[in-house]
């Protein structure tokens, strides 16, 4: 502690300050969105969404922290963690949830059968730049439909300071923040 009065008045004003700024961020902002999202998937009514989706619909979740599970109070959705699987995976992970373009899906009473194409959801930052091809359509065969975002959410992982610089991490974290539940399903041509 500093040993003059004025001096130790600065010091915890600054300590207080920096304590309140970072309570705020860690504490509401960074990762904030995870507990809303997860209530709203919960209080989700699937087979109000059109196309109607399964009421034990699959949900993944990538680039965030563990969802608590425990949110759902018994909703049918099935939550799959991908926190920090490499890009290339998550995608082969999207692929095996939705189905391929090269099977053919067939029909059983009108159904789909087990190994047919299947709409899923996927919760991801918005922050993220990988997926925006695919978010904005010009990714052949995919079909991103965003669902609903949880804008109190930064996403700090996607701080790059070195490739973007101070002005365009913040201006992507801040002006991008948010964790979106997207649909996700694929367009095969027949």
């Not at 860690?26 to 109607?52: I, N, R, W």
Request: with cysteine; glycine share 12%; hydrophobic share 45%.
């Amino acid at each position: 502690m500093p040993r003059s009065r004025r001096a130790t008045r600065i010091f915890v004003i600054a300590w207080v300050a920096f304590n309140a700024l970072l309570a705020t961020l860690m504490g509401v902002y960074h990762q904030g969105g995870v507990v809303p999202m997860q209530l709203h998937l919960g209080a989700l009514d699937a087979s109000t969404l059109t196309p109607a989706l399964p009421l034990n619909t699959t949900v993944l979740w990538w680039r965030t922290y563990s969802p608590p599970i425990w949110l759902l109070d018994g909703s049918a959705l099935q939550t799959v963690d991908l926190m920090g699987m490499p890009f290339p995976q998550f995608l082969g992970a999207i692929q095996n949830y939705t189905g391929s373009c090269d099977e053919k899906p067939e029909t059983k009473g009108g159904a789909l059968a087990a190994g047919s194409l299947q709409d899923i959801l996927v919760v991801v930052p918005h922050s993220g730049r990988e997926l925006d091809l695919y978010r904005r359509g010009e990714v052949p065969g995919w079909r991103w439909e965003e669902v609903w975002t949880a804008w109190r959410h930064f996403n700090l992982d996607d701080m790059d300071w070195g490739e973007d610089g101070v002005v365009g991490t913040l201006g992507r974290v801040v002006g991008r923040r948010g964790l979106t539940a997207w649909r996700v399903g694929r367009e095969c041509q027949s």
